[in-house]
Each structure stands twice: as structure tokens, then as C-alpha cells.
């Protein structure tokens, strides 16, 4: 398959474009900033049409991951920019495959099971679960996230591309070995002996493993009856609490010293994050994979974390640096730690 995957230099477009290479297809990324890869990267603004859209002819998959990072202070300059580049970005690719002669069969489109409600009571899957954004407890910073996921579907679902299946993913934190990636920062914690509790460790931390979020990738590639809104989660969300107590026994630490809310609020403000990150209750099922019949290799959180801590441990890390050529074999490079 030729695979094209705008804003694939990050975290998530890494890990999907070495697993597609690795397997044989044709991958191309799009990038404002285009750097050495395995595989070819093509310049775009990440707003308008241009010569970028010529990739898009013959492809056969496109996924769209685009977009500023949150993981910032939302000012109003960085809200701003991380609700203008998805929505623009967007709508480009919309554009692209709407006026492509030979488009493609599918566009998988990143959303964020972010866009759920802040709840502790029920899991929230893609028929019953409760979209976010009135929940009474909830702070500006939360109800904005969800407003960036709501502008970012109806850019997609506004783009009429009759021809090309459109589903949009629900993604849960990706958890990966990789240098710099979530599971990287709270296994760093962990290792400090920081990794307690978050605030008052209730609230829902959904997950999932890279291999079963790239196998799920495929699978989305793969049935055509799957459209719109699609959860990309582990079917067991484990409280905060919980969650980091079963990183620390996969890493065989006894202690970690809980975070309380205050602490997080300071610290967030010096690492220029946002607190909503760890404190949001986001409890997400991937109901429409598990009816379909996806099977997860990583179901639960305790079998993850065992995999990735000892994938961890081993040192040959995926690198997320598309850069990092060396020990490249196979079409993956090895980053040795
Ligand atoms: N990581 C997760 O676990 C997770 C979970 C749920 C949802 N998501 C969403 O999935 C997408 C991919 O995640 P990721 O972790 O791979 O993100 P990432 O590492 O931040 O990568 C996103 C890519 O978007 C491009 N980008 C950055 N700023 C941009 C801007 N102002 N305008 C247009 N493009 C810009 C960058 O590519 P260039 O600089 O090369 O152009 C970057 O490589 C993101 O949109 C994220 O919100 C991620």
C-alpha cells in the first residue's frame, strides 16, 4: 500500500510509518520541516493546497496527525494555534482528496478520546458515551480541550470526499518505549521514585499499547465498514491510583511519592504544561473495535507495562527521531540507549 501520513514526524506517525515500512509499504510524511527518514518526506504548509496534494493521487491510505502540540500552557496564542493548525490542516487534506483523480479508500483522521466527559461513573464508548464540555466541576482548560476536538471532527466531517471512507480516531495516550513519549515520562517518575499518585489518583487514565494501536491502525484500514468516530483505546481505563501503582510494580519499585493537586498545579506551570493532562478522569472503551471483532494483544494495563518496561530495559528503543538513521535494518532504526 502507498501510505501517506501528514504530520507523521511525531510520536504517533513514527511508531505507524516504521511498522508500515517494516512491513513492506510505501510511506510517505508530510512535514513543515522535512528531515532525513527512512522513508520519503515531502514538504507542506499545513494550510493550503499545493504540490504536497499530487501524494495524495494513488494513495491508498491517508492519515491525517497534524497539529500543534497541547502539551504547553494554554494561552491564548497556544490555543489559538492548536485549534487553527488541526482545523487548517484538515481541511487541506480534505481538499486534497476531494479533487484527487484517484483518491484514497480511506482517510484515517486523528481525533482524541479527550473529547469524552471528565466521569468516573461509566466508560464512555463511541454509541453511549457522553461528549464533554458541561460537566459542572470542570475548568476552562478541560472544556477547551474538548472544543479543539470537536472543531477538529466537523473540519473532517464537513470535507465531501465521496469516494474515501473517513474515520475519525478516538486516540487514547499511546504508550510506547520510545525517548520522549508519555510512557518514557511517567516510567522517569517512576524511576525518581516520584511515581505516586496524581491529585487524588480516582481519576481514569485510558490507554494503549503501540502494538495493538498500530494493529488497530491496520484493522481500521482493513474494514470497510467501520466510519466516523472510532475509540483507539485498551478496553480496561484503570484509575490513576491504580495505574501507577502497577507501573511501579512492572518496574519493581515499592514507593512513589503521590503528587497532590497543588504540586501539580506549580509544577505544571514551571514545565509550561497543563494540569488536565493527568487530573481529567477520561475514561474511554473502544467499544466499535471490540464489536467488530479486534482482539487486544495488551488488554490490560498490567500486561503493557510489564512489555513496555522490559522493552525499556533491554535499550533497543524505537527511536522517534526519524533523523536517527543508525542501526537501521529491516526498515526499522534502532536507537541503542
Ligand atoms: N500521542 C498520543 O498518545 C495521542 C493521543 C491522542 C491524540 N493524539 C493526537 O494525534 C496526533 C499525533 O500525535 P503525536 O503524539 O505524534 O503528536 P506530535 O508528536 O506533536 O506530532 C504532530 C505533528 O504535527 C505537526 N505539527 C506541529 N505543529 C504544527 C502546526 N502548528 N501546524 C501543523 N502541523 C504541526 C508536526 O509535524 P512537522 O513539524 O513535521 O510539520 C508534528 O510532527 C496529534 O494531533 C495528537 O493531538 C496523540
Not at 465521496?162 to 525517548?179: F, H, I, Y
Not at 509544577?267 to 509550561?272: I, M, N, P, Q
Request: hydrophobic share 40%; aromatic share 8%.
Amino acid at each position: 500500500m502507498k501510505i501517506l501520513i501528514p504530520g507523521g514526524s511525531g510520536q504517533v506517525g513514527t511508531l505507524l510509518a516504521r511498522a508500515f515500512v517494516a512491513d513492506g509499504h510505501e510511506v510517505v510524511v508530510l512535514s513543515r520541516n522535512p528531515r532525513p527518514a527512512p522513508w520519503h518526506v515531502v514538504r507542506w504548509d499545513a494550510e493550503t493546497l499545493g504540490d504536497w496534494a499530487a501524494e495524495v493521487e494513488g494513495a491508498d491510505v491517508v492519515i491525517n496527525l497534524a497539529g500543534r502540540s497541547v502539551n504547553c500552557r494554554y494561552s491564548a496564542r497556544n490555543r489559538r494555534l492548536i485549534v487553527e493548525s488541526r482545523v487548517k490542516a484538515t481541511r487541506a487534506v480534505g481538499q486534497a482528496i476531494a479533487q484527487a483523480a484517484r483518491p484514497p479508500r480511506v482517510w484515517l483522521q486523528s481525533s482524541t478520546a479527550t473529547i469524552y466527559a471528565h466521569r468516573y461513573d461509566s466508560p464512555n464508548d463511541e454509541a453511549t458515551g457522553i461528549i464533554g464540555g458541561s460537566e459542572p466541576e470542570a475548568p476552562d482548560t478541560w472544556r477547551f480541550s474538548i472544543d479543539v476536538a470537536r472543531s477538529w471532527e466537523q473540519a473532517a466531517n464537513e470535507a465531501i470526499v465521496q469516494q474515501t471512507r473517513k474515520v475519525l480516531l478516538r486516540s487514547a495516550m499511546t504508550m510506547s518505549p520510545d525517548r520522549g513519549g508519555v510512557f518514557d515520562v511517567l516510567l522517569g517518575l517512576v524511576r525518581r521514585g516520584l511515581g505516586g499518585a496524581s491529585g487524588d489518583g480516582r481519576q481514569y487514565v485510558s490507554w494503549i499499547h503501540d502494538r495493538d494501536f498500530v494493529r488497530a491502525v491496520y484493522w481500521l484500514i482493513d474494514h470497510p465498514e467501520l466510519d466516523g468516530p472510532v475509540n483507539v483505546a485498551a478496553p480496561n481505563p484503570v484509575p490513576n491510583a491504580e495505574f501507577m501503582r502497577t507501573l511501579r510494580s512492572a518496574w519493581g519499585i515499592g514507593f512513589g511519592l503521590p503528587a497532590r493537586k497543588w504540586m501539580l498545579e506549580i509544577g505544571a506551570f514551571f514545565l509550561r504544561t497543563e494540569t488536565e493532562l493527568v487530573l481529567k478522569s477520561r475514561r474511554v472503551v473502544p467499544g466499535r473495535l471490540l464489536e467488530s471483532g479486534f482482539t487486544f494483544q495488551f488488554p490490560t494495563w498490567a500486561e503493557a507495562a510489564a512489555d513496555l518496561c522490559a522493552r525499556w530495559r533491554s535499550g533497543a528503543v524505537i527511536s522517534t527521531d526519524p533523523s536517527d538513521l543508525r542501526g537501521l535494518s529491516n526498515g526499522r532504526a534502532v536507537q541503542r540507549v
